[in-house]
């Protein structure tokens, strides 16, 4: 088992794609391993969590909401992850246009509505967290796939760097 864990909900994807760069830019950037769990995944529902130091989160917004499997994992394991170094990310197509059209304000807005408000009424509080873009699909499918890619990696590299520093300390 790793010292760092990436748990994720995802609709239709585009969460998991998102957790596998983040995954492999800690490898090869800081050669640490982090272990993935889906929280869709019937076996995987209620993870063990309590092993790790820092939890990387990531979930799908859609339909105005979170996927559910995210919520019920901060209100499940509310308590453990008090203890944690906790990192969150949201896959937000709604987020990632307002970052596209440079709309800072918007974006930051969404960014609270989605993250810190949520994560406030778990009592939580995050190291780091950051909305990023989606891929729309379905009857939305013409919006695209707004996921910056370069955010994604730098903000990997964030995450690199503050739980290298834990584990070398
Ligand atoms: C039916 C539908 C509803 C959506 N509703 C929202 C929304 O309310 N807010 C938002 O920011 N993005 C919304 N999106 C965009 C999603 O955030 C985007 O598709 C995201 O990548 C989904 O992640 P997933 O593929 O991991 O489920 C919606 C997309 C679809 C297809």
Same mark, same amino acid.
């Given at each position: 088992?790793?010292?760092?864990?990436?748990?994720?909900?995802?609709?239709?994807?585009?969460?998991?794609?998102?957790?596998?760069?983040?995954?492999?830019?800690?490898?090869?950037?800081?050669?640490?391993?982090?272990?993935?769990?889906?929280?869709?995944?019937?076996?995987?529902?209620?993870?063990?969590?309590?092993?790790?130091?820092?939890?990387?989160?990531?979930?799908?917004?859609?339909?105005?909401?979170? +996927?559910?499997? /995210?919520? =019920?994992?901060?209100? !499940?394991?509310?308590?453990?992850? *008090? &203890?944690?170094?906790? $990192?969150?990310?949201?896959?937000?197509?709604?987020?990632?246009?307002?970052?596209?059209?440079?709309?800072?304000?918007?974006?930051?807005?969404?960014?609270?509505?989605?993250?810190?408000?949520?994560?406030?009424?778990?009592?939580?509080?995050?190291?780091?967290?950051?909305?990023?873009?989606?891929?729309?699909?379905?009857?939305? +499918?013409?919006? /695209?796939? =707004?996921?910056?890619? !370069?955010?994604?990696?730098?903000? *990997? &590299?964030?995450?690199? $760097?503050?739980?290298?520093?834990?584990?070398?300390?």
């Amino acid at each position: 088992m790793n010292n760092t864990v990436l748990v994720y909900a995802t609709r239709w994807g585009a969460t998991t794609e998102t957790a596998m760069e983040i995954i492999r830019v800690i490898k090869e950037k800081f050669n640490i391993d982090v272990d993935l769990i889906n929280l869709k995944d019937k076996k995987t529902r209620n993870p063990d969590i309590s092993n790790y130091d820092n939890i990387i989160l990531g979930v799908s917004v859609a339909r105005f909401r979170w +996927a559910k499997e /995210g919520k =019920n994992f901060l209100k !499940k394991k509310r308590n453990t992850l *008090a &203890e944690k170094k906790l $990192f969150v990310f949201v896959s937000s197509g709604g987020a990632g246009d307002a970052f596209k059209a440079n709309d800072i304000e918007k974006y930051e807005q969404l960014q609270k509505k989605w993250i810190d408000n949520t994560l406030e009424k778990f009592n939580l509080q995050f190291t780091s967290r950051k909305a990023l873009g989606g891929r729309y699909v379905g009857n939305f +499918a013409d919006r /695209g796939d =707004n996921r910056d890619w !370069k955010v994604i990696r730098s903000w *990997a &590299e964030e995450i690199g $760097f503050i739980i290298s520093e834990k584990e070398s300390s």
